[in-house]
């Protein structure tokens, strides 16, 4: 199942976001939207205003969004347990 | 002003503001301290001390809402959550942030 994330660098939920994936071992693509150029930018904005969503981490999991982090939604989309807090 | 002296007196203004609102920093001492130093980093980078979990937009009227502390801009959504977006801070009965989850406004029925 293909995971990408839209994240901040001073965000410390994002932070955690990428640990949690990367404990469990599942590749994940991520793109930091402060540190991105304003093209790529206006492109997240406008898939996060698509799905009314407004922070981050925003973390797509197949066709499926989490907003926020949230290890028990990411674990029951993945199929496993969540093992964080 | 270097890092530390901010985070300080950010603290200090912050703690004034956000007691009223029924808020109070978050009792996780290391988070608190990681929240502050980024939004120091962001005061540098940007002149204002934007929430460390939120997008800026380089829309002046949808940033304002994301200026530190940002509670009177998401107030139902916060008070529904008893946290800010990025956490740090919490309701005043609030002893386990931990137990808090993140929670979007549209699944609390908000938006």
Same mark, same amino acid.
């Given at each position: 199942?293909?995971?990408?994330?839209?994240?901040?660098?001073?965000?410390?939920?994002?932070?955690?976001?990428?640990?949690?994936?990367?404990?469990?071992?599942?590749?994940?693509?991520?793109?930091?939207?402060?540190?991105?150029?304003?093209?790529t930018?206006?492109?997240i904005?406008?898939?996060?205003?698509?799905?009314w +969503?407004?922070?981050?981490?925003?973390?797509?999991?197949?066709?499926?969004?989490?907003?926020?982090?949230?290890?028990?939604?990411?674990?029951?989309?993945?199929?496993?347990?969540?093992? +964080?807090? | 002003?270097?890092?530390?002296?901010?985070?300080?007196? $950010?603290?200090?203004?912050?703690?004034?503001?956000?007691?009223?609102?029924?808020?109070?920093?978050? #009792?996780?001492?290391?988070?608190?301290d990681f $929240? $502050?130093?980024?939004?120091?980093?962001?005061?540098?980078?940007?002149?204002? #001390?934007?929430?460390?979990c939120?997008?800026?937009?380089?829309?002046?009227?949808?940033?304002?809402?994301?200026?530190c #502390?940002?509670?009177p801009?998401?107030?139902?959504?916060?008070?529904?959550?008893?946290?800010?977006?990025?956490?740090?801070?919490?309701?005043?009965?609030?002893?386990?942030?931990?137990s808090?989850?993140?929670v #979007?406004?549209?699944? $609390?029925?908000?938006?």
């Open positions: 199942m293909k995971v990408s994330m839209y994240t901040l660098s001073t965000c410390p939920w994002c932070r955690k976001t990428k640990k949690f994936f990367t404990e469990h071992h599942i590749a994940f693509d991520f793109t930091d939207y402060d540190l991105a150029d304003e093209r930018q206006e492109r904005m406008a898939e996060l205003d698509a799905n +969503a407004s922070g981050f981490p925003y973390v797509r999991i197949g066709d499926q969004v989490v907003e926020g982090y949230r290890p028990d939604r990411f674990a029951e989309l993945l199929g496993i347990g969540s093992g +964080a807090t | 002003m270097n890092t530390e002296s901010r985070k300080r007196a $950010l603290r200090m203004f912050f703690d004034k503001l956000v007691g009223p609102m029924g808020f109070k920093f978050t #009792p996780d001492a290391e988070l608190a $929240l $502050l130093e980024q939004e120091v980093t962001l005061e540098t980078r940007h002149g204002v #001390p934007f929430c460390p939120q997008p800026i937009r380089h829309d002046r009227s949808r940033d304002m809402k994301i200026v #502390p940002c509670i801009f998401h107030r139902r959504h916060f008070d529904a959550m008893k946290r800010c977006w990025c956490g740090l801070f919490v309701h005043q009965d609030v002893t386990d942030p931990d808090l989850p993140q #979007p406004a549209k699944e $609390l029925g908000l938006e």
